[in-house]
């Protein structure tokens, strides 16, 4: 059974620093691995989908890398603002395109 | 991308009575819809694949009885939930797949039901 797990839980971080978010997953036959964010009482807004045949995305100010084999994969967030402060989840694509999500990091930037 | 709209975005109801959530795939067909359940501070847990034409496979522990899964259209899904009580109350989100193009799964904006 897919498992999928997210580190760390939650996150508080100065205005421009830079952050890693980790995401790992127990099965590595997974089709892609997408990242999405959450606002509080709101839906997901995708920010990057990996195929599983790719090593990484970028969008902006943020860069994901996938690393199948050892099931993990990293959100890079540069430069963080106040705004990137919401839910930040992992989730992976299976058998029967089911999608797995982790429980999510709680991500806090202060101004 | 592709856009998955559901409908409505929140609903509050009284307890013992149903709801229903309906979720389209606006510019795309979908043979295959999924149904996720999210409880405050959680994380989104699959609780139903809708299948069209067929009847709907629900993930271990989810009462098929309590939410009733329709997938009458390659466009349409829809999750009733049956009797609800507070417990139910919950945000709700649909996602769907496009299968003639990228296994890249779409969401639609999620429910959030209160069951007062």
């Known amino acids: 059974k897919q498992e999928v797990t997210q580190i760390p839980a939650a996150l508080s971080v100065p205005e421009g620093e830079n952050l890693v978010l980790n995401c790992s997953f127990t099965?590595?036959?997974?089709?892609?691995l997408q990242w999405f964010r959450q606002d509080p009482g709101k839906g997901l807004t995708s920010l990057l989908l990996?195929?599983?045949?790719?090593r990484e995305q970028t969008s902006g100010r943020l860069n994901a890398s996938l690393d199948k084999s050892s099931g993990r994969s990293t959100l890079y967030i540069a430069a963080s603002q106040p705004g990137d402060s919401a839910t930040y989840l992992c989730?992976?694509?299976?058998?029967?395109?089911?999608?797995?999500f982790g429980a999510g990091t709680r991500l806090f930037v202060k101004a | 991308g592709a856009v998955v709209s559901q409908h409505p975005s929140w609903v509050i109801c009284k307890s013992g009575t149903s709801v229903k959530i309906e979720c389209r795939s606006l510019d795309f067909q979908a043979t295959t819809m999924f149904w996720y359940r999210q409880f405050p501070k959680q994380s989104l847990m699959l609780m139903a694949t809708?299948?069209?034409?067929?009847?709907?496979?629900?993930e271990q522990g989810v009462e098929k009885d309590k939410f009733l899964i329709n997938h009458a259209s390659l466009t349409l899904s829809t999750l009733t939930v049956t009797s609800a009580h507070p417990e139910d109350s919950s945000f709700y989100i649909c996602s769907a797949r496009d299968l003639t193009g990228p296994t890249e799964a779409f969401f639609g904006q999620g429910t959030r039901l209160t069951v007062v």
């Open positions: 990996i195929q599983s045949s790719q």
């Open positions: 099965d590595s036959a997974i089709y892609n």
């Open positions: 809708s299948n069209e034409g067929s009847k709907a496979t629900y």
């Open positions: 989730a992976v694509s299976t058998g029967g395109f089911k999608t797995i």
